[in-house]
């Protein structure tokens, strides 16, 4: 495989990565809950936390699943199967979004006055947070499994986890940043459906490009 093979295929897992990575979850609802109650510096320190939790899923990707994958040809097909049907399920379920409650401003700035998690706490809120997913387990096994090719090299493979760790930090610190102000998280309650459902129609589009690979 050459140089070109494998910017193709980081471009192809950085573009599925990147529409998940800003599509809202777990992980945005709770860097958006830490920043809104408790201001930017525990919101940061979340969003830290919710990247380096991507390196569990990473690493139990690249130490068993590519190899038990190369061994037996009917467990690749039928992974890359079910990550191209996981990623289905994620684009029906974001495009059936449906507009949320409001959130009440004045609830906001009481919540923002309790006492704050140390940084210890904040950081391993967004780790756990993320490290227990089982639809972040679900995600990365899909991702590692359709998208990259058992030929790249470890040193390569291992290059796009430490992308996607922090490429996922980077995203929620500028989240936590932006709704450090409960004002920006209620204009987004009003809009974030529409947000979704455009997700949504791009996921179903790099779901159809997986399974008609087949």
Request: with cysteine.
């Amino acid at each position: 495989m050459t140089t070109s093979l494998y910017l193709k295929e980081f471009l192809f897992l950085a573009g599925v990565h990147f529409l998940a990575l800003i599509s809202p979850g777990p992980d945005f609802a709770v860097t958006v809950s830490q920043s809104v109650r408790h201001g930017r510096k525990t919101g940061i320190l979340t969003a830290l936390g919710i990247g380096t939790g991507i390196s569990v899923h990473v690493l139990y990707c690249l130490l068993g699943v590519g190899a038990l994958m190369h061994a037996w040809r009917w467990v690749d097909r039928g992974v890359r199967l079910m990550g191209g049907a996981y990623l289905v399920y994620l684009g029906i379920q974001l495009l059936r979004a449906r507009p949320a409650p409001l959130l009440d401003a004045t609830n906001g700035k009481q919540a923002a006055n309790g006492a704050s998690p140390t940084a210890r706490q904040a950081f391993m809120t967004g780790f756990l947070t993320n490290a227990t997913n089982p639809k972040a387990t679900l995600f990365f096994l899909a991702i590692f499994t359709t998208i990259v090719s058992p030929g790249t090299p470890m040193p390569i493979q291992i290059g796009f986890g430490v992308w996607m760790c922090c490429a996922t930090a980077i995203w929620f610190c500028l989240v936590g940043l932006l709704f450090s102000t409960a004002r920006v998280r209620l204009q987004f309650e009003r809009l974030g459906h529409w947000f979704e459902r455009v997700m949504g129609v791009l996921l179903l589009a790099f779901a159809a490009r997986l399974l008609l690979a087949f």
